[in-house]
Each structure stands twice: as structure tokens, then as C-alpha cells.
């Protein structure tokens, strides 16, 4: 694996890594990064959007052939590419189903590193508009000397601002950590 050979730690380890690594290298031999991509950010989308679908890749209690039915229907059904609906019967087959959010966040980053890209987490406290995502991209881009891809995150506890964890930087304007940083500062 040549171009994402180079990447290391938590991206490639542990089993969601193992996953999303074979499953780039079928994907980059079948010329296919783009479609599998699409698929899987869908999904992500799926999953964020159905709690149908996310016990059905969480719940340990559907039998083994019940979930690679169930996931054949729900690739057809998404018209996902072949390559990703053969990956998730892989999955199903090996009881693996739980792990695709790491899976898809792990081959999103190796498809990143691939292509000279950056992923940035940014976590807000409510969905940030498409023109704030550019925005946010562009000063990232800015910042690193590189594109820079987002994955956005919704985490209403933070109650405003953003968090963006950018590689080992994290760079914290949430309004909730501004609150605990004058709470500490008034009682020192």
C-alpha cells in the first residue's frame, strides 16, 4: 500500500483500521475510492438519520444471517457501489456490523492522507451551514498549507462556538470551556 502506507497510529490500528485499510486497497486496485467513498458517507448519513439501521449494525441480538439479509436489502436499497455492498456482507458475515462508524471514519482519513488531505473534527453545538463548512475549510487551509477536509459533529453540551481537532491539535472555542476557564479564573 504505497500511498497510505505512510500513515500511522490510531488511524490504521485496531481493528476499524485493519477494515478500512483492505477496504481502500480493493477499492484503489478496482479504482473505485471516489464511488466507495459516496457509499459510505451515505451511511454515515443512514446512521446519523435511522435508528433502524443503527440497531441493526449495533444490536448482538440479530442472528448472523438475518443481518447480511437485512444489509444486502439496505445496500440495494441506498444504491450503494458493489465493492461497499460486499463489504458490509463481510461484515455482517463476521459479526462486524457494530464497527462501521470507525471503519468509515478510519477510511475516510486513509483516502485523506492519500490524497494529501487533512481531516479536521469540528464539533458544534448546533449544524453548521455549508457556507460556514467552506468558510472554516478555507481557514483551515489557510492555517495547515493543505486542503483540508471536514467531519462535522453535533455535540449540544458545548453550547456554542467550536472545537476543531486538527491531526494532534485541538483547538477549543467552545463556549463551555470559556464558561469553566471564568469559573476557575473567579475562584483563584
Keep these: 500500500m504505497e500511498n497510505s502506507g505512510g500513515i500511522q497510529g490510531n488511524i490504521t490500528a485496531g481493528l476499524a483500521g485493519r477494515y478500512a485499510v483492505a477496504l481502500f486497497d480493493l477499492a484503489r486496485e478496482s479504482n473505485q475510492i471516489d464511488a466507495v ?4 458517507s451515505a451511511l454515515r448519513a443512514g446512521l446519523t438519520e435511522s435508528a433502524d439501521l443503527r440497531t441493526l449494525t449495533q444490536s448482538p441480538v440479530i442472528s448472523r444471517a438475518d443481518a447480511e439479509k437485512a444489509i444486502d436489502a439496505v445496500a440495494r436499497a441506498m444504491k450503494l457501489d458493489p465493492l461497499t455492498a460486499k463489504f458490509l456482507g463481510v461484515l455482517a458475515e463476521n459479526r462486524r456490523l457494530a464497527e462501521l462508524p470507525a471503519m ?3 477510511y475516510d482519513a486513509i483516502v485523506a ?7 479536521a473534527q469540528v464539533t458544534s453545538a448546533h449544524p453548521l451551514s455549508a457556507a460556514q463548512l467552506k468558510e472554516l475549510a478555507a481557514n483551515l487551509k489557510t492555517r495547515v498549507g493543505r486542503d483540508v477536509q471536514i467531519q462535522a459533529h453535533l455535540d449540544p453540551a458545548i453550547l456554542g462556538g467550536l472545537v476543531v481537532q486538527l491531526g494532534s491539535q485541538l483547538i477549543d472555542g467552545s463556549i463551555r470551556t470559556r464558561l469553566n476557564s471564568f469559573a476557575q479564573a473567579m475562584k483563584g
Design 37 to 40: 467513498a459516496a457509499s459510505l
Design 104 to 106: 468509515i471514519d478510519a
Design 113 to 119: 492522507a492519500h490524497r494529501g488531505e487533512v481531516t
